[in-house]
């Protein structure tokens, strides 16, 4: 399958929303509560006019794929992904990791690590992170949650 990567516009705000508050993904997030209508337009907005944040969508030749959102600190980019249920399963995590990283460092030049915090029940997205490259690095506490921290360091 191939994928195209684009910055998210106004018109991608239904399927970011419906895909944020989808149930394994809202599991698997940092924030498990679902996220209200307005206040996800109050992000949206702010997230698309944001100097530290890339919000990209993926897709193929005719549908929506998914998410991955950057946000950027410095040379350091936390990333988050989610792909739609249509095509979880499918091994397709990888290769959006990767090319959503390539995509951002053609984007921003000065970005030089890559860090992910994954649930530790989630292992297909630690098993993808890995794939792509990433290496665990320790864990890291939200709330009362412990995440698994990972990173990618760009070249």
Same mark, same amino acid.
């Not at 109050?42 to 969508?57: Q, T």
């Given at each position: 399958?191939? @994928? $195209?990567?684009? /910055?998210?516009?106004?018109?991608?705000?239904?399927?970011? @929303? =419906? &895909?944020?508050?989808?149930?394994? %993904?809202?599991?698997?997030?940092? *924030?498990? =509560?679902k996220i209200? !209508? +307005?206040? $996800?337009?109050?992000?949206?907005?702010?997230? +698309?006019?944001?100097?530290?944040?890339? &919000?990209?969508?993926?897709?193929?030749?005719?549908?929506?794929?998914?998410? %991955?959102?950057?946000?950027i600190i410095?040379?350091?980019?936390l990333i988050?992904?989610?792909? $739609?249920?249509?095509?979880?399963?499918?091994? !397709?995590?990888?290769?959006?990791?990767? =090319?959503?990283?390539?995509?951002?460092?053609?984007?921003?030049?000065? /970005?030089?690590?890559?860090?992910? @915090?994954?649930?530790?029940? *989630?292992?297909?997205? #630690?098993?993808?992170? +890995?794939?792509?490259?990433? #290496?665990?690095?320790?864990?890291?506490? @939200?709330?009362?949650?412990?995440?698994?921290? !990972? /990173? $990618?360091?760009? *070249?």
């Open positions: 399958m191939t @994928f $195209h990567f684009r /910055i998210a516009s106004e018109k991608d705000i239904k399927d970011v @929303f =419906e &895909l944020s508050n989808e149930e394994q %993904v809202r599991q698997n997030s940092i *924030n498990k =509560e209200d !209508y +307005l206040d $996800h337009v109050e992000w949206f907005s702010k997230v +698309l006019n944001a100097s530290d944040y890339r &919000l990209y969508i993926v897709e193929d030749d005719k549908e929506f794929i998914g998410q %991955v959102k950057f946000q410095d040379i350091t980019a988050s992904i989610s792909i $739609h249920p249509t095509f979880r399963g499918a091994g !397709y995590g990888k290769t959006i990791i990767s =090319e959503a990283i390539n995509v951002l460092v053609a984007d921003i030049p000065d /970005i030089k690590e890559i860090i992910a @915090f994954i649930d530790p029940k *989630n292992t297909a997205s #630690i098993k993808s992170f +890995l794939s792509a490259g990433f #290496i665990s690095i320790g864990t890291e506490k @939200f709330g009362l949650e412990k995440y698994n921290k !990972y /990173i $990618h360091r760009i *070249n």
